[in-house]
Structures are given as C-alpha cells and as structure tokens.
C-alpha cells in the first residue's frame, strides 16, 4: 500500500511540475517579440501528453500508448521544423505506427485498463542481440544524419549529429524493448533522456531563434527523473 500511494504521489508531480514549467516557459517566451507562438502552444501541448504517456509507462498502464500517440505525432512536426532529419524520420515513420504494436503486444502480456503489463527480462543471446542491433543502428543513423545535411546543403555539425544519431538509436532499440515488456529499455530511455536534453541544449544556446526548444529541454529533464522511478517499478514487475 505504501509503495502504491508512492507511486501515486510521484506520477502527480511529475505531471503537474511538467505543467507548471511549461506554462511558465510559454508565458515567459511568448514575451519576446520573434516568438513563434503557435509553435510554442503545440510544443508545450505534446510535452504535457508525452509525460503523462512516460508516466502511465513507469507504472504498466496500456493507457501509455494512446498518450504516447499524440505526443510522437506532435513531436515528429517540431523535429522537421529543427532541422533533425534522423529523430524526425524515425518519430513519423516508426514511433507513431509502434505505438500500436506496443499496444497489442501488451495487451497481449495481461495489460487492460485495470491490470500492469506482465514484464520479462533479457538473457543469454537476447543481450548480444540487442546489443548488436543498437551498433548497427547507430552507424546507420548517423550516415542518415550527414546523407541529408549534405543534400540540404547545410553546415555540418558533428557533435550535434552524433548526438542526434545516439538518440536516435535509443530510441528505436528502446521502443522494441517497450513493446515486448522488457525491464532494460529504461536503461536505454535514459540515455536517451540524458542525450536528449544535451541536444536541445545545444540546440538552444547555439540558435538564438530557436526558443521553443525550452520545451523539450524540460520535457525530457522531467522524462529522466520519471524514469529513474521506471527503472525500480518495472524490476519488481518483471520479477514476477
């Protein structure tokens, strides 16, 4: 009962401290008077879905992927808009139609509107498996990274395609982990949170004019606190 009410109590501050530094990073940003306002609304929406979806996921909830929908959806656009062509292709054309395999397959592992997702754990060849796979997607995404630069014309830089590419790779490793329940894609969620708030980070400071890029930066500051919790709440569940 007490880890219960725990748990209760993080995901509402989590959620409502998300909220509130959003509104006040809007209200503050909307201010300035090159402010893409519009932009600044739907950034700030997504944010807000995608940590009520990373919630509901620390706790087993299959509501996650239909919060998870919207958040991906909205998060594609602001990505094309940035000028992140990997994380941009890989939120349109493989988050958005995961989010329905995540949904079956753990409806498919006892998860309902009422009951956790039953979670497993990798071992013996799955390890190498993976391991394999996020080598091989890294070194793709970051060629995908400096093919469409160098079509676009634009300057390189390295540090933030390889940062964009490590992201990149977390992420899809880390969304088929998700979709068969296994513990270690939190592992793999906080590296992407860590290299995701580097990015937008860097992003911010290095583009005066890229000011909504608050946003995701506090989005994904909040994701790495939600999943340090993910990490102890999905040990216990895959124990059983």
Same mark, same amino acid.
């Given at each position: 009962?007490?880890? $219960?009410? *725990?748990?209760?109590? *993080?995901? /509402?501050?989590?959620? =409502?401290?998300? +909220?509130? %530094?959003?509104?006040?990073? %809007?209200?503050?940003?909307?201010?300035?008077?090159? =402010?893409?306002?519009?932009?600044?609304?739907?950034?700030? *929406?997504? +944010?807000?879905?995608?940590?009520?979806?990373?919630?509901?996921?620390?706790?087993?909830? /299959?509501?996650?992927?239909?919060?998870?929908? /919207?958040?991906?959806?909205?998060?594609?656009?602001?990505?094309?808009?940035?000028?992140?062509?990997?994380?941009?292709?890989?939120? =349109?054309?493989?988050?958005?139609?995961?989010?329905?395999?995540?949904?079956?397959?753990?409806?498919?592992?006892?998860?309902?509107?009422? !009951?956790?997702?039953?979670?497993?754990?990798?071992?013996?060849?799955?390890?190498?498996?993976?391991?394999?796979?996020?080598?091989?997607?890294? +070194?793709?995404?970051?060629?995908?990274?400096?093919?469409?630069?160098?079509?676009?014309?634009?300057?390189?830089?390295?540090?933030?395609?390889?940062?964009? =590419?490590?992201?990149? &790779?977390?992420?899809?490793?880390?969304?088929?982990?998700?979709? *068969?329940?296994?513990? $270690?894609?939190?592992?793999?969620?906080?590296?992407?949170?860590?290299?995701?708030?580097?990015?937008? &980070?860097?992003?911010?400071?290095?583009?005066?004019?890229?000011?909504? +890029? #608050? #946003?995701?930066?506090?989005?994904?500051?909040?994701?790495? /606190?939600?999943? #340090?919790?993910?990490?102890? #709440?999905?040990?216990?569940? !895959?124990?059983?």
């Amino acid at each position: 009962m007490k880890e $219960e009410t *725990f748990n209760k109590w *993080f995901s /509402i501050f989590i959620t =409502a401290g998300m +909220a509130v %530094c959003v509104v006040l990073s %809007c209200i503050g940003k909307m201010q300035a008077p090159d =402010a893409r306002k519009w932009l600044l609304v739907i950034s700030a *929406f997504g +944010a807000l879905m995608g940590v009520i979806s990373t919630v509901l996921s620390a706790n087993g909830s /299959i509501w996650t992927f239909l919060f998870g929908l /919207i958040d991906v959806s909205i998060y594609a656009y602001i990505l094309y808009d940035s000028k992140m062509p990997s994380q941009f292709l890989l939120h =349109a054309l493989y988050f958005v139609p995961m989010e329905f395999v995540g949904f079956f397959q753990w409806k498919r592992r006892g998860a309902d509107s009422k !009951s956790k997702v039953k979670a497993q754990r990798l071992k013996g060849k799955k390890i190498l498996l993976y391991s394999l796979l996020f080598v091989g997607v890294l +070194a793709v995404s970051f060629a995908v990274s400096w093919w469409f630069l160098s079509k676009a014309g634009d300057s390189m830089n390295y540090s933030k395609m390889f940062l964009d =590419a490590m992201a990149t &790779t977390a992420n899809i490793v880390a969304i088929v982990m998700m979709a *068969f329940a296994y513990m $270690e894609q939190w592992y793999l969620w906080t590296l992407v949170n860590v290299t995701s708030v580097i990015l937008w &980070t860097v992003t911010l400071i290095s583009e005066p004019d890229a000011g909504y +890029a #608050i #946003i995701p930066l506090i989005k994904y500051s909040f994701y790495f /606190i939600n999943g #340090i919790n993910g990490i102890r #709440i999905w040990l216990k569940l !895959s124990k059983t």
